[in-house]
Every structure is written in structure tokens, then in C-alpha cells.
């Protein structure tokens, strides 16, 4: 039972950041060019921070490059099925929903994956070894999807900008 009060905050806080992440991708969002700035140099900072760390582990490195290339196609997808329309006085944006539905399969699908590789190493961590630890830091995998997502995100982010600053004239 107290295993339970351990695994329900974080899966219901994991929750509500994945309920989160799907309304703010599926369907047309508020063109707000102060926000995707923000967010472009989030996913920059953490890009170069991780690429940085590849480094030291080669088969990450060629992971970390493979993402970016699938995070740049499918960036160039959405920025081809990309439409803004004027909502009031907002312009709003989207993609097409195929798009939006495999970014966020990717988002679920790599915390899914990582919840399922704490469950089985569970024993391991509890053996208090710092070499268990270290498996976490060298998953191609995970490297691979975190850039898919964030290549994927700045390129598109960097397009609506663009994009937004002409449907609106200025």
C-alpha cells in the first residue's frame, strides 16, 4: 500500500502534463510570439546541453543526428500542412492532424517507454549501484526520440513565427 502513495502524485502529475501537451497541440492554437520564442530557446538550450552530453557516448551522438534529421522532416511536413486564420482579432495556427497525432505518440510513447525501463530496474536501483544509473544517460533510444521532438519543435516553432509575422502584416 504505501508502494501506491509512491506511484499515484507522479503518475497523476505525468497525467495532467500529458492532458496538457495534447490540448495545447491538437487543433488551432493562439499565434502568441512571446511564448514560442520562449519555448524555441527552452528546447535550444536543452538540445545543445544533451548533444553536448553525446559526446562522451558515440552511439548516443549518431542517435542524436538521426533524430534531428526525423525531427526535421517532420517539421518540414507540418510546415507544409500548416493554416492560420484570423479568429476575432487573433490569428490562430495549426498542422494537420496526422502530424499532431505523432508528436504526441512520440511524447506518450517516451514516457512510456522510460516508466517501463524504471519498473524493470527497479531491484537495481534499490541495490544503490552508480553503474545502474549510468544506463540511463547512454539510451540511443531516448536520445533519439528527445531530438526527433525537439528538432521537430524548434523548426516548426521558428516557421510559425515567421509565418505568423506575415499573416499579420508586421
Known amino acids: 500500500m504505501h508502494n501506491l502513495g509512491q506511484i499515484a502524485l507522479p503518475l497523476a502529475l505525468v497525467a495532467f502534463f500529458m492532458y496538457r501537451r495534447v490540448r495545447r497541440t491538437v487543433g488551432f492554437q493562439p499565434y502568441r510570439p512571446r511564448r514560442l520564442r520562449v519555448r524555441i530557446g527552452i528546447f535550444s ?7 553536448a552530453l553525446g559526446f562522451l557516448h558515440p552511439v548516443v551522438l549518431a542517435a542524436d543526428a538521426a533524430g534531428i534529421a526525423c525531427g526535421g522532416v517532420l517539421a518540414w511536413f507540418a510546415i507544409r500542412h500548416s493554416r492560420f486564420e484570423m479568429r476575432g482579432a487573433e490569428l490562430h495556427y495549426r498542422t494537420h492532424v496526422v502530424i499532431e497525432s505523432v508528436v504526441i505518440a512520440l511524447f506518450i510513447g517516451r514516457i512510456a517507454y522510460r516508466f517501463l525501463i524504471l519498473a524493470r530496474s527497479a531491484p537495481a536501483v534499490a541495490s544503490n549501484d552508480p553503474n545502474d544509473f549510468q544506463q540511463f544517460s547512454r ?11 525537439i528538432a521537430y519543435y524548434v523548426g516548426y516553432y521558428v516557421y510559425v513565427l515567421r509565418a505568423g509575422r506575415k499573416n499579420i502584416g508586421g
Open 45 to 51: 538550450v536543452i538540445g545543445v546541453l544533451l548533444i
Open 139 to 149: 539510451d540511443p533510444l531516448t536520445a533519439a526520440i528527445f531530438f526527433v521532438l
